[in-house]
């Protein structure tokens, strides 16, 4: 009986898939879009591009096979369903994923970003960067037309690397609304975004769609794109996840949602009210990643990682 129960047990990247395509797993599964407390928690940085300057081809070799093996140890002691690669630049990032499709075989899922369509501009340009937009439609037209084919090659490498999963992170909304008007968004961004993801999908890959903010006026829009999933469901912009199961959960499913604001200055009452809220609303019928509204950055204190993740451990199980 036991070795029957093993033989049936899902793995961390079946978790993952059940989740995206809206149906239920054994449990929750979990992931982060990056991970920025492997030093504090793990004792040693992931690598970046920075550090492979001036090194020979087998120094490099060594250093990202490392570093794979590092990851894989990092995150399945997190246990994570995804593991995002980040940090690189293309090619280095295309050959961790070959190494990392090495060591973990089909037991996790692999990730990177994946996006190419407009997002909030930069402080420094945005009163130019939103005049363009009506003085030049035609040119704003087609440089979204090779944003997307210019994504699309480059996640046409990572699938051929062994990823099977996409982040795409061009944030569009601050927290009282999306920076596109709604009328904006489906002239510049949507139908790109639909076209990307229908594009990235035939590869054969997940599309998991990030950005932050209150995406509650686009939330149609996002939702006609056809992504597996939105990500983060930001409550510090008013975004109620059970709201938004609600509205479109038999559409889409949902990551995110617990607070990082009270992850970092709240108290350690409200960080678990958080994040058994995001279960409790998430979790019912499948289609839910528990994960947080953002990212576990730097300077987060790690032992309110720590806690949300016991909370997902006390609740995860279906």
């Known amino acids: 009986m036991k070795q029957k129960r093993r033989l049936l047990r899902m793995t961390p990247k079946q978790h993952a898939v059940a989740a995206l395509e809206l149906r239920q797993p054994d449990m929750v599964p979990t992931f982060e879009l990056e991970f920025q407390l492997e030093e504090e928690m793990f004792g040693k940085a992931f690598l970046r591009q920075e550090d492979l300057r001036g090194l020979s081809a087998s120094q490099k070799e060594y250093r ?15 246990e994570y369903s995804i593991i995002p690669v980040h940090y690189l630049e293309l090619e280095d990032a295309l050959q961790t994923v070959r190494y990392l499709r090495e060591l973990i075989d089909d037991e996790y899922m692999l990730c990177a970003h994946g996006d190419g369509t407009y997002s909030i501009p930069s402080g420094h340009d945005m ?4 005049c363009w937009f009506f003085e030049h439609p035609d040119e704003a037209h087609a440089k979204a037309r090779q944003m997307v084919e210019d994504a699309l090659e480059r996640n046409r490498k990572y699938v051929d690397a062994g990823l099977e999963c996409f982040i795409f992170c061009a944030d569009y909304c601050f927290n009282d609304g999306p920076f596109f008007s709604p009328k904006m968004f489906a002239e510049f961004v949507q139908p790109y975004l639909a076209d990307l993801v229908a594009r990235t999908k035939e590869l054969g890959a997940y599309v998991i769609k990030h950005t932050d903010g209150n995406i509650m006026p686009i939330l149609d829009q996002l939702v006609a794109c056809e992504p597996h999933a939105l990500h983060s469901l930001d409550p510090m912009a008013g975004v109620d996840i059970a709201e938004v199961k609600r509205l479109v959960g038999d559409k889409v499913c949902l990551c995110g949602n617990v607070n990082c604001a009270l992850m970092q200055t709240g108290t350690d009452e409200g960080v678990i009210a958080s994040a058994e809220y995001a279960l409790k609303h998430g979790k019912p019928g499948g289609g839910y990643i528990f994960c947080t509204s953002n990212v576990p950055f730097k300077g987060l204190p790690p032992e309110r990682y720590q806690l949300i993740l016991d909370i997902w451990k006390k609740h995860r199980k279906y």
């Open 127 to 130: 009163v130019e960067y939103s």
């Open 64 to 78: 990202l096979k490392a570093n794979a093996e590092y990851m894989v140890h990092v995150f399945s002691q997190l």
